[in-house]
């Protein structure tokens, strides 16, 4: 136990140069696919659907995002899973707008009859779609989904409609622990297997999206049959292994972040609830407040108010539904 523990603080106080390629949203944990692609199925049930609403807003600039996921876990004793997720972007007023459709596929290795080590391998194929017109409004990186590039500054950038997509290869790997005293996750992804090209302004530019590596890892405490104290990390380098865009003002290397996260969960038999806070590099604070009036539904709202406007001025809501299939407790 206290190898895993001293692992765990280790992960936990890890510090990465993050880009954002995933929206920056205020509930990273009801996007799971998005993070790893390992995440599908990872609960104990047979099934597991989400939705999840997210605004931001920086100065009178605002865009959103919604996402919906389902995912399956098959087979005699969950050996394998699959999942589709859908998310869309962008808003009235701003220039980029988009739609991303993932499906993946994971196989489940136990180490032991009790399940108390859990090994996921996935896989995912996206199919990511996007437009861009100017003649919409305004735009800013920070607020997008960056699923595509801009190699040009706005001011130059004409009136016309620009459309573009592309199919993008994801794989990643989960292992959890679980015990009667606590649970214990970490996994690794990589994204953009494929290089796309990602400018969506011009095609044969040779702008490829780079590798990205995504790290997550959590150490939940179960205080008593009522209560668990559950610590969070999450961070993603782009550029990792090989480097194919160029350096430019809309380089996502000049983006730093790491989320690290303290959630409290009340549990037990009736309504339940969680509460928990994030912090963004120490930019900004996320308050997450969760209730589950029945075992197999939860709902959670969060906001996020920069801390830091200097480097960071976005403020953002976010809630979601989850349903989940609670057969395997």
Sequence with gaps: MLRVFLISIILLSSVSIANAQDPRISQYQQMPLLLNPANTGN????????GFYNQMRKDSLTNSCSNFSAE???GEGSKWAFGLNAMTSGSSKFAMSGTYVGLSLVKAINFNESNEHLLRIGAQASFISGSFQKSKGNYDPILDVRAFNIQRDFAS???NLYKKNYINLNAGVNYKHSGPLFDFETGVAIFN????DDDILSAGTGVRKRFRLTLNSSLRFNINEMNAVKLQQI???EGLFVRYAPVSKTDSLQIHETLYGLNWERLGVGTQYSLGMFLRSAKSMTAVVGVSLIPELTTRFSYEFPINKKYYSISQFGISLVYQDISFD
């Design 43 to 50: 609960y104990n049930g047979k099934i597991r659907v989400g």
């Design 235 to 237: 961070s993603w380098q």
């Design 193 to 196: 297997l494929s290089h796309p």
């Design 72 to 74: 399956f876990n098959l």
């Design 157 to 159: 950038i004409d009136s």
